[in-house]
């Protein structure tokens, strides 16, 4: 079959369209014939084996897993004989650590979902990562309510355009921030109001956030303090994995619990665990229509290189995902 896969860490130029074998179903897996595939920050991390820290788990010197991607969503072939809920001709969505941007993977079943039926394949992609991870920012860490006045910090990437829609189905006012030209998608999402950061900080109205989400970016954590009401908020979601270092821009999430302790605020870093209960949520708000995916561009396999330069660059307005 024919995969994304790289045998060193590096930019984009490590990547290659290559033949590899088709992986071997395990009792408890299904191999879905992948459709679309999701990318992500993650990915990138896995790519470059930056942070230094990721190398730990990754491998030390070289990939361990050579296939890349994490998202996937498409159709089941075969499944294992210790896997019941799924059949051959089941359209899913979820995710793998083995790697998505092939034609099959094999996966657990425990890390899949129906596909929401009102989603394309391309759509459906979109969601097992980013959607999955502002859920549990949302809900599970911000632990936001209606009437509550949330920030989304990068409310225009694919982890905040997800959490700007989840705080407003939860019944919050939504302040997004992001850069300049995505005002407009933000507002889309359900924002009530949009900072462009590059002409206004997150503290612009002082102390006057329940909830604050932060996405993306590496600012300090007095600063998003400064925009939080006393007993508030803070989430801090990801962000700075491109900083350098051996931690990147993580060294905030270690930090929260620390500054936590001393102040009134209530400060948490948000590691994502991608469930199959997570899965079926997001797949009700999807069908009721609080939540639609936010897809910025569309590469097929051959041209994953290219996706990820694009990522590389700068801020992308939702999604890039990668058609198999």
């Known amino acids: ?33 992948v459709r679309a595939a999701g990318l992500d920050p993650g990915v990138w991390v896995f790519m470059t084996g930056r942070p230094y820290a990721v190398r730990v788990a990754a491998g030390l010197t070289r990939p361990r897993v050579r296939v890349r991607g994490r998202a996937l969503a498409g159709v089941v072939t075969a499944v294992g004989a210790g896997v019941r809920r799924f059949e051959p001709g089941d359209e899913v969505y979820g995710t793998h650590p ?3 941007f092939a034609e099959y993977a094999a996966v657990s079943w425990q890390r899949l979902a129906p596909k ?38 990068g409310a225009g990437g694919g982890v905040g355009s997800f959490a700007v829609q ?6 919050a006012s939504v302040t997004g921030v992001c850069g300049a030209g995505k005002e407009e998608l933000v507002r889309s999402l359900g924002a009530d109001e949009v900072i462009d950061y590059t002409r206004d900080e997150v503290d612009r109205d002082g102390p006057r956030h329940d909830v604050i989400i932060d996405t993306a970016g590496c600012r300090p954590l007095a600063l998003l303090r400064r925009a939080l009401t006393p007993r508030g908020t803070l989430v801090v979601a990801g962000g700075g994995h491109d900083a ?15 500054v936590s302790m001393l ?3 209530r400060l948490r870093g948000l590691t994502s665990r991608e469930r199959t209960q997570n899965l079926e949520e997001l797949g009700r708000l999807i069908e009721s229509g609080s939540v639609t995916p936010a897809i910025d561009r569309v590469y097929p396999l051959a041209e994953t290189a290219d996706a990820m330069r694009y990522l590389a660059e700068g801020h992308p307005a939702g999604k890039i995902i990668i058609t198999v």
Not at 166 to 171: E, F, N, P, R
């Open 116 to 153: 929401p039926a009102k989603l394309s394949f391309e759509e459906a992609a979109a969601v097992p990562i980013s959607g999955v991870t502002a859920l549990q920012a949302v809900r599970d860490c911000g632990r936001v309510r209606a009437g509550q006045r949330v920030m989304v910090i």
């Open 166 to 171: 989840i705080a407003k189905a939860s019944g």
């Open 244 to 258: 350098g270092g051996l931690l990147g821009g993580y060294t905030r999430q270690l930090r929260v619990p620390f």
């Open 1 to 33: 079959m024919k995969a994304i896969a790289h045998d060193v860490y590096g930019s984009a130029e490590v990547l290659g369209l290559r033949e590899v074998d088709r992986p071997p179903v395990q009792d408890d897996q299904v191999l879905v014939q």
């Open 98 to 100: 083995g790697g998505t």
């Open 263 to 265: 102040t009134g605020q």
